[in-house]
């Protein structure tokens, strides 16, 4: 059982790693995610069944998550919310119950180094990956639109104009340049280098932004003068990226386009500003987002939120900011539970003997819990694997015979 059990773990978090949203392999409406989760559950069970028993503190977490999405689910029903649109807000969170099965499967120090060489590989893997198809397309060896019409139709990937595109599971790009520089390895920099490239070139703010925060944390904790220092330089290229993201990625799009006008007379002759995609939408999209919330809270909503189910008009369903959200459709209860995670992770963060390991953890989650603040990760499977797989090897880490 033991063998099932690792092989199962192994498959389920390198699915998750290189599988974006889950939807890459699928049978009909079953994703090879769904079964690998279902099966994970019934794992659980058996070990249950068996006398096995989880932490105190586990227990609380799951209890306190089942309260609040059952009152997200309740209010959802009273208010009549579309039964489609419940499930599909609650259908991502149920992955929280994988919690159980992680701290069963994860024992030991060996099983945490495996888990840190996986994500460095499914990382560089992802920017191999990412390489070939940028040269397959701008070599012409295939054409864009054969290309485009094929990755579009998965749903799971978005494109910068014809230049480059973003993929869901490219987060894991993120994840594996910080645990690269963390713990090390065989030709590090070489490593950090390729995905600091592929990072850069997925033209995703988000992802440079919650890097830059995360250091600027990470830098900040450390006390030292020059550290604090590194910090405050992380903290300013974040401002950059907010105050000025958008100006830089117009202008390169201008330049890009200007130079291939003069490869082509037939081209238009002013340079577009959107040949990287149109931030302008994006940005107007957010604060629309916001502007609706505003509007449609009540003191009711705040506190516990208008449920599962009912969003806005401009998103139906999920919002991009992962916060904006919960605070919608669960409140301040909602995030409270949210803030409770946190606290629990960086206490067993603070528990934890100082290695590598142990900062490479923690501040993936951090990574996840900043990166939700302009795109949805933390409350989906992609943002919930890292936060409790780090959540529990902080735990192993924590224990004297490791």
């Given amino acids: 059982m033991k063998r099932f059990t690792t092989g ?36 659980s069970v058996f070990y249950f069944v068996s006398g096995k028993k989880i932490p105190k503190d586990y227990i609380y977490l799951l209890i306190f998550f089942s309260i609040v999405s059952l009152v997200g689910i309740l209010i959802g029903i009273s208010s009549r919310a579309n039964p489609s649109l419940l499930w599909e807000d609650i259908k991502p969170l149920l992955y929280f119950l994988i919690l159980p099965f992680f701290y069963f499967t994860i024992t030991d120090l060996k099983s945490l180094e495996q888990i840190s060489l996986v994500l460095k590989v499914t990382g560089i893997l992802l920017a191999l990956a990412f390489f070939v198809v940028l040269l397959l397309i701008h070599l012409h060896i295939v054409p864009f639109l054969s290309i485009y019409k094929v990755f579009l139709a998965t749903g799971e990937f978005f494109f910068r104009g014809e230049l480059t595109f973003t993929y869901k599971g490219f987060l894991f790009l993120c994840i594996s340049f910080l645990f690269f520089h963390f713990t090390g390895g065989q030709y590090k920099f ?71 006008s003069e490869n082509s007379p037939s081209k238009a002759s002013l340079p577009r500003k959107t040949l990287l995609g149109d931030r302008s939408y994006s ?4 604060f629309q987002q916001i502007r609706e919330v505003t509007v449609e809270a009540t003191a009711f909503s705040v506190l516990v939120g208008h449920g599962f189910g009912n969003g806005i008009t401009a998103r139906p369903v999920h919002m991009e900011i992962s916060y904006l959200e919960i605070i919608h459709k669960q409140g301040i209860l909602g995030l409270a539970f949210w803030v409770y995670l946190f606290w629990l992770l960086f206490k067993k963060y603070r528990s934890a003997p100082q290695n590598g390991l142990r900062d490479a953890f923690f501040f993936s989650s951090l990574f996840i819990f900043l990166q939700s603040l302009t795109n949805q990760y933390m409350n989906n499977p992609i943002g919930l694997s ?15 015979n490791n």
């Fill in 8 to 43: 199962l773990f192994f498959l389920l978090i390198t699915e998750i790693a290189l599988g974006g949203g889950g939807r890459l392999i699928a049978f009909g409406p079953v994703s090879l995610r769904m079964i690998l989760f279902t099966l994970a559950l019934l794992v």
């Fill in 190 to 260: 070489l490593f950090m280098t390729l995905l600091l490239i592929a990072i850069l070139l997925t033209v995703t703010r988000g992802f440079w932004l919650a890097m830059l925060g995360t250091y600027s944390v990470y830098y900040f904790t450390k006390g030292d003068w020059n550290f604090r220092m590194k910090a405050v330089l992380f903290a300013s290229l974040a401002a950059g990226v907010i105050s000025l993201g958008q100006f830089m990625i117009a202008k390169t799009s201008e330049t890009i386009d200007q130079l291939k």
């Fill in 283 to 286: 940005d107007d999209g957010r």
């Fill in 386 to 400: 890292v936060i409790l797989l780090s959540m529990v090897c902080l735990d192993v880490l924590q224990n004297p």
